[in-house]
């Protein structure tokens, strides 16, 4: 089945910014494929960053409008989250996925990299 590997994660202080990277393998056509990062706070429920079609267009959750922007490489199989202006709030596990509105239903879902936001 599909995997993703996430990489890009770390210890930053409030105001900075990180790159995340997802590479997925064994995908199939992962040109026409949406693909959304996601992430996941301490004893809270998985949500939606961002996500991105194979076009190119993305959407952002409100809270990460004009900080993050999602892009990706067809060619490397693989997207990008860039997070400017981190926040605490902002601390989680990222993951990336393929996009779909039954998204909660997924449970293929690969490491995530851990972003801490700290000072």
């Known amino acids: 089945q599909v995997q993703f590997v996430e990489s890009g994660g770390g210890l930053v202080r409030p105001g900075g910014s990180l790159r995340l990277s997802c590479t997925a393998s064994?995908?199939?056509?992962?040109?026409?494929?949406?693909m959304g990062w996601y992430r996941q706070a301490p004893g809270k429920e998985r949500e939606l960053v961002a996500t991105i079609t194979s076009g190119g267009n993305s959407n952002y959750a409100d809270s990460m409008k004009g900080r993050f922007t999602i892009s990706r490489d067809n060619a490397k199989n693989t997207v990008y989250l860039q997070m400017n202006s981190l926040e605490p709030d902002d601390t989680a596990v990222y993951y990336c996925?393929?996009?779909?509105?039954?998204?909660?239903?997924?449970?293929?879902w690969g490491q995530g990299t851990q972003v801490t936001v700290s000072s």
């Open positions: 996925n393929k996009y779909s509105l039954g998204w909660r239903q997924e449970n293929n």
């Open positions: 064994r995908i199939i056509f992962f040109t026409i494929v949406p």
